[in-house]
DNA sequence: TCGAAGATTCTA
DNA sequence: AGAATCTTCGAA
């Protein structure tokens, strides 16, 4: 399965209340303080995986959470592992897309720059435009900073009001 | 050890 | 708009 990265959010640490290493290190997010390029996965709200890949270098926090992708190889498979699901909505939220990806704990901590079971490639992509807005689902904890960045109108970024946005690039 | 909250999703 | 569902964390 190959999917194409438009919606991602950016989580920080001491200086961002909305991020899970705001209160330092636990055993759940001791990725976030690991090399950068690394997957963080965590469950949530007993249902949903999600997926982050470490942006820091080791010892300072720091993670970018996947919130939406688009398809671009082996739909067939990722309709299997979210049946009844129109293709529109397979992969545009951040527990869709785990789900039909097969992206579980057991890929906690992976490093991601390296081809293996779940990987980043940069196609070299230019012909889109980004946007960026307020974080989806924190509370007033992080609405100061346009820390979500997305491409506006693919119909694979998760359906949310956000509270401002605005073009980036 | 216990209670509360949660970077969500689905249904009504 | 509200429930589902269970892990994680911090306080007691």
């Known amino acids: 399965m190959v999917a194409r990265i438009v919606e991602v959010e950016a989580y920080r640490g001491s200086d961002d209340p909305a991020s899970h290493a705001f209160r330092g290190r636990t055993p759940r997010n001791a990725p976030m303080f690991g090399e950068p390029g690394h997957a963080y996965v ?3 709200y007993g249902n949903h995986y999600l997926l ?6 080791a010892g300072t926090p720091g993670a970018v959470l996947i919130r939406g992708v688009q398809p671009t190889e082996g ?3 990722m309709r299997r592992l979210r049946p009844h699901v129109p293709d529109s909505e ?3 939220g951040p527990g869709k897309l785990t789900k039909a990806l097969g992206v579980d704990k057991a890929l906690n ?3 991601m720059t390296r081809k293996g ?11 889109f435009e980004i ?19 997305y491409i ?13 946005e605005l073009k980036f690039s």
């Open 75 to 77: 739909i067939e498979m």
């Open 152 to 164: 506006r109108n693919n119909p694979y970024v998760s359906r949310h009001k956000p509270v401002r």
């Open 42 to 44: 965590y469950f949530t």
């Open 117 to 127: 079971a779940l990987f980043v490639v940069d196609r070299n992509e230019s012909r």
């Open 52 to 57: 982050n890949i470490t942006t820091q270098k």
């Open 109 to 111: 901590g992976l490093d």
């Open 131 to 149: 946007w960026r807005s307020t974080r989806i689902g924190i509370g007033e904890a992080g609405l100061n900073h346009l820390w979500r960045f």
């Open 90 to 92: 397979l992969t545009n």
